[in-house]
Each structure stands twice: as structure tokens, then as C-alpha cells.
């Protein structure tokens, strides 16, 4: 493979993960599952055994095999990481991540808009382990600054929030947390590495829940943490301590979903925009929340740093009764209405920013907050089925 730096995104997707040593003639890699790998030599088992931590080193299962390895590869080489991480779901990776980096007595910083369990990992295991978390205001910038710690040991950034779609400064916030020696640790779902590359940006750690854009077919759980040189060992330490792995028939499948990623995403930025804009000019919406329209306040930050927008926004209704909600929600012909984003068919829900947060609060004056995930259908169907719920929901109020 020419060095893939001269290649462009669609064509490393197609190139990446593709190991000659282990596709041995096929286009892809197969399905390698074990727990036991058997070596020939003493020497050899040793060998392994000093190197079990390297990216691509065959151990023993939970350190991965030949496939998880090809995907981690290619996550790794489309963020420009070090090294990366397979585990077995995006919130196993948000959390060993962040665990990767503390002890009992440190402090941690995380954003107000973080995904919920996240948050409630920090609120409760960390609160438990004796490691403080302080919220902060995702759009704070360099602000950040005065809330660093002599303590504190991580910044846990996520931008957009995937409920509110706060864009963050990152830059500016991974520039001061590194002259404090604070690791920069950043959820990069939204975006994934087409749209938005955060070791580019300063981040040290990216996660990944590649049970979203990655896989992208609603059928798999799998996360990955991507690190530089200087941070993928404390992390790959801290996963196989803990005992997180990837199953070989999910990385097989997530490595599948990655072939056709650049498509989906060029596709479902296209159709989210179009809804964006048809809902931001439709009377009875009050706003519409994309970082890539005009109107959102993130829009000059995400217009210098990213590539492009997923397919994820939300809008918001004015307050209602909930008949009103209910005759919204309750006949979707093409919508579904269930967790989860990224996938190929398009998903509607309430959003729902947690009630915990304490400095970028949804207060519900400002109105109902309705998430959209938009998939591959004709986007033309999809604008229909929403103009219905907002005729239901307009009769209904
Ligand atoms: C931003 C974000 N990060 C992480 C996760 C966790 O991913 P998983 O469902 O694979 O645990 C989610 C899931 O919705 C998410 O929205």
C-alpha cells in the first residue's frame, strides 16, 4: 500500500484493516477466534509474552487476535493514533479510558454535556474510588483554566454533546490542559476521524462508540480508544487489567461497517443538513440545533475545525402538553423511535440533556428537545414523515 498519507479518506477506508499477514490472498481478514494461541518455542512464548501490549502482538484472546487487530489498526491509522484499543462497547471505552489515568485523591474535569452514563460513571465509581469530577461548561474554551487542579489528572471532552450539540474549543482547551500535564481525553463519536481528528487538535486519547457511524447497521456493540505514542500503553495497561476486549465476530463486522462509513456519512450529512434547514424555515420550530447551520452558536469553531457533520442534530418544540408529544411521537411511519444513532435506518426520540447537569443546564422553558438521527432512506420520505408528526402535534396542542 503506498504510504496512506497520499491517499484519500474513501480510499484508506477501502485499504485499511487489510493486513497481508493475516488476509493471506482474501480481500478481508477472517474471523480468528481464540483464547489460546499456542507458540512453537519457549523463545517465543517469552517473546510474546514481553511484548503482549504492542498493537498486533498475539497473546491471548483478551489482548485480541488477528481481526480485532486489523481493526484496531485501521482505527488507529485514520486518527493518526499510536495505537487503538478494541472493547466491547463505547461506554466500556469512555470509562477505561478516564480509569486509565486516575487514582484515589485525583480530580477530573468533564463536560457538562456529557453522554449520561459517562457522567454517571464519574458520579459513581469514580465518586467511590475517591476521584472528584467537576463539570464544565462545554463552552468555555481556555476558560478552563481556572477550574485545573494541582490534582487533576484528565479532561473528558465530547463535542458536540449528542443530546445539545454544544461545540467545544478544542484546541484551546487541550492547549492550556497540556501546560498543566492534564491527559485530554475526548469522545469523538459525533464526528468520527472523516469529520474531526482530535490528535490533530491536541487531544492525547479519542474514543470511539463504533457501535455507531463505524458499524453503522444497528447490530453490533463495540468501542475503541485511539492514544499517541506517549499515552497508548498506560491505556492498553489499564483495558487488559480491567479485562475488556472486543469479540472477533464484532470487529469483523465494525471493520465491514468501516468500508462503507465514507459513504453513509457523506449521505446522512447531506439528508440531516437538508431536514435541518426545512426544519429550521417550518413555523412551529423553535430551533434547530447543527453545528453546520448559520444560526448555531458553535458554527465558526466547527467551520475552522471540522471536516463535516454527522447525521445526529436536534430540534426543538415549543412547550406542550404531552397529548401533544404523544400524537408527535406515537405514528412514525419511516422514523423508529429507540436509543442509539449512526446507523443506516433514521431514529427519532425526546432528547433528553441530563437533569444533572450543573452549568449548561436545559431548562424546559426553552422548549422540547427532539433528536433526530439521519439515516439512508430518500430523504424525501423522512421530511413527509416528520411534516406529519408536526401536523399531529400542532392539532394536538
Ligand atoms: C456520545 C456517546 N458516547 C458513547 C456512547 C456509548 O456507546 P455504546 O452504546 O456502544 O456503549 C454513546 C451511546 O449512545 C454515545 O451517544
Not at 469512555?94 to 486516575?102: G, H, Q, R
Not at 456529557?114 to 476558560?143: K, N, Q
Request: glycine share 8%.
Amino acid at each position: 500500500m503506498p504510504d496512506s498519507h497520499d491517499l484519500h479518506i474513501d480510499t484508506r477506508l477501502a485499504l485499511l484493516g487489510r493486513p497481508e499477514r493475516s488476509v493471506r490472498g482474501a480481500v478481508n481478514v477472517g474471523v480468528q477466534r481464540a483464547s489460546t494461541i499456542l507458540f512453537s518455542s519457549l523463545a517465543d512464548l517469552e517473546r510474546a509474552n514481553s511484548r503482549k501490549y504492542e498493537p498486533s502482538e498475539l497473546y491471548y484472546g483478551t489482548m485480541g487476535t488477528q481481526t480485532t487487530h486489523a481493526f484496531e489498526e485501521a482505527m488507529a491509522a485514520l486518527d493518526g493514533g499510536h495505537g487503538a484499543i478494541g472493547v466491547s462497547s463505547g461506554l466500556a471505552a469512555c470509562t477505561s479510558a478516564i480509569l486509565a489515568f486516575v487514582r484515589s485523591g485525583d480530580h477530573v474535569l468533564v463536560t457538562d454535556s456529557v453522554y449520561d452514563p459517562t457522567r454517571a460513571f464519574c458520579d459513581g465509581m469514580l465518586a467511590a474510588l475517591g476521584i472528584e469530577t467537576t463539570y464544565y461548561d462545554p463552552t468555555s474554551g481556555a476558560g478552563i483554566a481556572e477550574l485545573i487542579r494541582p490534582n487533576t489528572k484528565v479532561v473528558f471532552l465530547e463535542s458536540p454533546g449528542s443530546h445539545t450539540f454544544e461545540i467545544q474549543d478544542v484546541p484551546a482547551i487541550c492547549r492550556v490542559a497540556r501546560e498543566r500535564g492534564v491527559v485530554c481525553v475526548i469522545d469523538n463519536t459525533w464526528a468520527t476521524p472523516l469529520y474531526f481528528r482530535p490528535l490533530d487538535h491536541g487531544a492525547d486519547v479519542v474514543v470511539y462508540a463504533a457501535t455507531k457511524y463505524m458499524s453503522g447497521h444497528s447490530d453490533v456493540l463495540v468501542g475503541a480508544v485511539v492514544a499517541d505514542k506517549a499515552h497508548y500503553h498506560t491505556v492498553r495497561v489499564a483495558i487488559a487489567a480491567l479485562g475488556h476486549c472486543l469479540s472477533p465476530d464484532d470487529a469483523y463486522l465494525t471493520l465491514r461497517g468501516l468500508r462503507t462509513m465514507g459513504v453513509r456519512l457523506e449521505r446522512q450529512q447531506r439528508g440531516a443538513l437538508e431536514l435541518a434547514r426545512w426544519l429550521e424555515a417550518h413555523p412551529d420550530v423553535r430551533r434547530v440545533l447543527h453545528p453546520a447551520l448559520p444560526s448555531h452558536p458553535g458554527h465558526a469553531i466547527w467551520k475552522r475545525d471540522f471536516l463535516g457533520a454527522s447525521g445526529l442534530f436536534a430540534f426543538v418544540l415549543p412547550p406542550a402538553r404531552r397529548e401533544a408529544l404523544v400524537a408527535f411521537f406515537d405514528d412514525f411511519q419511516v422514523f423508529g423511535m429507540g436509543y442509539s444513532w449512526g446507523g443506516f435506518e433514521s431514529l427519532i426520540l425526546p432528547g433528553t440533556p441530563s437533569e444533572k447537569r450543573t452549568v449548561a443546564r436545559w431548562d424546559d422553558e426553552q422548549g422540547t428537545l427532539i433528536r433526530v438521527s439521519v439515516g439512508l432512506e430518500d430523504v424525501r420520505d423522512l421530511q413527509r414523515d416528520l411534516a406529519a408528526a408536526l401536523q399531529r402535534w400542532k392539532t394536538a396542542c
